[in-house]
């Protein structure tokens, strides 16, 4: 059987259990990947006693193996460091380019990031570049990226990159049309890829399960069990727009004692959010759970009523997806492809307002009608996004990809 050599080069880190989509979608691809594939990861690592930077190493994601070339060390990803990660990881890139080429020359390349493809764009092989987020953002208020501050930069970087890519997936529609419109002439190398969805470790359990799930995570948290919970799972960073998540709560615990808010997630706004909650006095309704693997998220949202997110934009968000398949209908502001996935009056509610009230009232909407935003509503919801589903095209184009 022929090989489809693919290199990933991102600085990711397998081992580590950072939330956010590009992770995801790596890992998934890895996990995912047929037989056929023979995969590489040029990334970083958290673990250097376990993968020494710099040399080759044999890893594996859900029973999957692939070769793995750390080629820096980060002691982990609570804060943004001063010298972007994305630098540095190219700066490192270059330095061990030739041990790196030698072993990925030939094969398909994988890029999420403008500037760790620059020092690969001369090889003579295939390139695929994922874009993440809706670029008409990226100089906006909420935006989390470097570039923000030099846009133009970026764009002018961008446009080198992408014309060396025989593919662009973008997970955003919007970012679809953006790039087309942009780039007429290369219109036909851009495709929209959904967020894929795993349903082996999100989905519903049963009923008993559920219960004793819930018992559980009551007494460990000292809660009431009757209480309500609603969910929050991501990177604490701007665009996902905490300042209106913690309003919206505050409104909804004002009205509801027995309500609670969990976060789980970590990142550089920790101690602004930590900050926000001292202010409205929520120290007691809200619980940061820090950060936790994907089978615990799993149990916990099993054990909620409500999903939500305020954020200012976004791609396609993975733990909604995973949130509504374990059930939880969820209430979003719509940005991105949240509009898409949410089906208002269905399986949540689509509120697209910074007012903290309309997503307060629409968060007591959902909690109060459990016989219309019903567990099997979410889950039809979201079955069009399942990871299976997701990547076949992606794996059949690898295949057909022909090196320059």
């Known amino acids: 059987m022929k090989k489809t ?31 056929d594939f023979e995969l590489r ?19 594996s994601i859900g029973g999957r193996e692939f070769k793995f070339f750390p080629v820096q060390y980060i002691s982990g990803f609570e804060k943004k460091p001063l010298i972007p990660l994305g630098l540095t990881f190219m700066l490192k890139t270059i330095f061990y380019f030739r041990v790196i080429s030698r072993a990925a020359g030939g094969t398909i390349l994988h890029f999420h990031r403008p500037e760790c493809a620059l020092p690969f764009l001369k ?26 501050r030099l846009p133009g930069a970026y764009f002018f970087l961008e446009k080198i990159v992408l014309e060396k890519m025989k593919r662009v997936y973008c997970v955003s529609r919007e970012g679809l049309v953006f790039y087309r419109r942009r ?24 009923p008993d399960r559920i219960q004793l799930l819930r018992s559980w995570f009551c007494a460990r948290h000292r809660l009431d069990p009757q209480v ?20 919206t709560f505050r409104i909804c615990h004002g009205l509801n004692h027995n309500l609670k808010l969990i976060l789980i997630g970590e990142g550089p706004l920790e101690k602004t959010i930590r900050s ?28 909620c009523s409500v999903y939500i997110s305020t954020s200012a934009f976004e791609g396609m ?25 949410v089906e208002d009056g269905f399986s949540g509610r689509v509120v697209r307002t910074d007012e903290p009230e309309r997503l307060a009232e629409a968060i007591e909407e959902v909690i109060a009608r459990p016989d219309r935003y019903l567990p099997a509503n979410a889950i039809a919801s979201v079955k069009p996004y399942l990871v299976d589903n997701i990547l076949s095209g992606v794996y059949s184009f690898q295949r057909m990809v022909k090196y320059e």
């Open 183 to 206: 780039f007429p002439d290369w219109k036909d190398k851009f495709q929209f890829l959904g967020t894929g969805l795993n349903r082996h470790i999100f989905y519903r359990r049963t």
């Open 276 to 303: 926000l909650i001292q202010e409205h006095d929520l120290q007691h309704g809200i619980i940061l759970l820090g950060r936790r693997d994907q089978e615990e998220i799993a149990r916990i949202a099993n054990v």
């Open 5 to 35: 050599e693919v290199t990933i080069i991102h600085p990711a880190d397998p081992a580590g259990v950072k939330i956010g989509g590009i992770g995801t979608l790596i890992r998934d691809f890895i996990r995912f990947a047929p037989p």
């Open 123 to 148: 090889l003579k092989t295939g390139r695929i570049f994922f874009i993440h987020s809706n670029p008409r953002q990226l100089g906006g208020a909420y935006s989390a990226s470097k570039w923000r």
């Open 41 to 59: 990861l040029v990334g970083i690592t958290t673990d250097r006693r376990s993968f020494p930077p710099g040399r080759w190493h044999f890893s």
């Open 317 to 341: 968000p993975i733990s909604l997806l995973e949130a509504m398949n374990c059930g939880l209908p969820a209430v979003v502001t719509g940005v991105g492809e949240t509009g898409n996935v």
């Open 228 to 247: 309500k919970l609603i969910l929050f799972v991501g990177r604490f960073v701007e665009p996902k727009n905490f300042p209106l998540l913690v309003n």
